[in-house]
């Protein structure tokens, strides 16, 4: 079992910048993905950014492309998610997630099995 701990939320305003970590702890995978999903209020949790195991690959929904940065320190164990050019409709609980299967560019939040707690960012406008 994996344990996942999000942190880097908060209050920012419009045009700002944040970065999100995610520290991972317990059971390790020779091969997996990591993801950042995100849920605002009366929404579906919707999928942000995703890494695979060796960084080689990364994938972003569309409204976040060029804006957001999804990366991993393998000796930390830590996923992190840099966000400029901070919008309102970013606003959201910013949840990552792992895939101990890895295979292929999940999207869905069926495909991750592991989840953290949640981080709250919030953008003024």
């Known amino acids: 079992q994996v344990q996942l701990v999000e942190s880097g939320g908060g209050l920012v305003q419009a045009g700002g910048s944040l970065r999100l970590s995610c520290a991972a702890s317990?059971?390790?995978?020779?091969?997996?993905?990591t993801g950042w999903f995100r849920q605002a209020p009366g929404k579906e949790r919707e999928f942000v950014a995703g890494?695979?195991?060796?960084?080689?690959?990364?994938w972003y929904t569309d409204s976040v492309k060029g804006r957001f940065t999804i990366s991993r320190d393998m000796v930390k164990r830590t996923l992190y998610l840099q966000m400029n050019s901070l919008r309102p409709e970013d606003t959201a609980v910013y949840y990552c997630a792992l895939d101990s299967y890895g295979t292929g560019e999940g999207r869905s939040v069926q495909g991750y099995e592991s989840w953290g707690q949640g981080t709250q960012v919030t953008v003024s406008s």
């Open positions: 317990g059971r390790t995978f020779t091969t997996y993905a």
């Open positions: 890494i695979n195991w060796s960084s080689s690959n990364r």
